[in-house]
């Protein structure tokens, strides 16, 4: 794998940190701007939405961008939005950065997805995509908890100077080291890549995709409660249960990438019937604290797994759409990203305990599960292809 990748993860990690590090530092802005604790909560739903509606409409707008000078516009941005954060007093002002900062993020993977299948063979996407978000899974284990405890010792600004600082090193790395535009590249027309986004094959993976990463996002947004209320550890095993997770995570994109390509319907088929076991084993079995650890890294695994695999078969299912299918990749992922954990909410909500959002991420594997069962039944019709399976993959496994 080129090293490139390895910087392009670099930037994906300071913009997961950015993503997900302000579920350990709404009180103390809530409190330091003069808001209420629901309020300051509203800057991760501004990041979210920034992300579902940027990736596509900010990757349309860069397709004809140079992909270097894309990603290095994007990574500016970013970087700009974290100073100001970091130095305002104005809650409003904060939430505007949110949402500039979530565009330039989603404009940003949206590009590096396209620039790291193009610098690997044809039949390489799956360990490129997994390398690339492994940048991701490393935020959910060393970034996020850096930042709280960052937020703890120094307040909650110091946690944006953070993600800034880290931004830098990415911004010079892919400057130097990210190949420019590919030699004779010009981009699809916009309408080709428009029509290449109907194909059926590509609707089926994205709802995949949604369904799977709103399953782990609606158990991973709850795991806090869900280790002090029901397995009965101590709050100071958290932080420890978070990264555990992440540990998983990164372990899941790792291993899927070697597999990816060559057997892909093997990845979704076995990995989605083992997440799917292994949420409805973890519901069960939350009470036992060595049970419940095993399993959270498991679960960590086979959900990112499953999910990095989706993505490439994304970018396999559009090779008309090099720009715009990167673009609502991320953009289904994130649509999963917030609906899974209002989902575990409006359950816990109604009463049904800590233990019921890990059942609403069965129930989503499993309608994930239904709607793939559906497609392999109609085959070809569905699809528009040849037969076989999902018609999933370009290698071996197709």
């Known amino acids: 794998m080129p090293f490139a990748l390895l910087l392009l993860g670099l930037a994906v990690f300071a913009q997961g940190t950015s993503e997900f590090m302000l579920s350990g530092l709404v009180p103390d802005i809530a409190r330091d ?21 940027g990736a596509p409409l900010v990757a349309g707008l860069a397709r004809r961008w140079p992909r270097r000078g894309a990603l290095l516009a994007f990574l500016v941005v970013f970087l700009a939005v974290h100073v100001v954060g970091a130095l ?11 949402v500039v900062g979530a565009l330039a993020n989603a404009g940003f993977l949206a590009v590096a997805l396209v620039a790291a299948v193009d610098m690997v063979p044809a039949d390489a996407k799956g360990r490129a995509t997994s390398m690339l978000l492994g940048g991701v899974t490393l935020a959910c284990v060393a970034g996020v908890p850096a930042g709280a405890v960052l937020g703890g010792l120094w307040g909650w600004r110091a946690a944006f100077w953070a993600v800034a600082l880290v931004s830098l090193p990415a911004l010079v790395a892919v400057a130097r080291s990210v190949p420019g535009a590919a030699a004779g590249d ?6 080709g890549e428009l029509r290449s986004l109907r194909s ?31 397995t009965g550890l101590s709050s100071a095993w958290v932080p420890g249960v978070l990264a555990l997770f992440g540990a998983g995570s990164l372990a ?22 083992a997440v799917g076991l292994g949420w409805c084993l973890l519901a069960l079995g939350a009470g036992h604290p060595v ?13 990112f797994g499953v999910g990095s695999t989706l993505i490439s078969q994304v970018l396999y299912a559009a090779p008309g759409a090099p720009t715009l299918a990167g673009g609502f990749a991320t953009a289904a992922f994130n ?30 594997v499993a309608l994930a599960g239904v709607l793939a069962g559906v497609v392999w039944r109609r085959r070809g019709r569905v699809l528009g292809g040849s037969g076989g399976a999902l018609n999933f993959g370009a290698g071996t496994g197709a």
């Open 252 to 273: 899941g994109v790792t291993a899927a990438g070697r597999f990816a390509d060559r057997r892909p319907v093997a990845v979704l088929a076995g990995g989605g019937v």
């Open 200 to 230: 059926p094959r590509l609707v089926v993976t994205l709802a995949l995709g949604a369904l799977v990463n709103g399953a782990t996002f609606c158990t991973f947004t709850y795991l806090a409660p869900l280790v002090t209320e029901v």
């Open 186 to 191: 010009a981009p699809p027309a916009l309408r």
């Open 291 to 303: 049970l419940a650890l095993g399993l959270v890294f498991t679960q960590g695994a086979l959900s």
């Open 88 to 98: 305002t007093g104005s809650f409003e002002v904060l939430l505007a950065t949110r």
């Open 335 to 364: 649509v999963g990203a917030a609906l899974g954990p209002w989902a575990g909410g409006v359950v816990i909500a109604a009463g049904f305990g800590y233990r019921s959002p890990v059942w609403v991420s069965a129930g989503l």
């Open 33 to 53: 701007l003069g808001v209420s604790v629901p309020a300051a909560g509203a800057l991760t739903s501004a990041f979210a939405v920034g992300m579902v509606v």
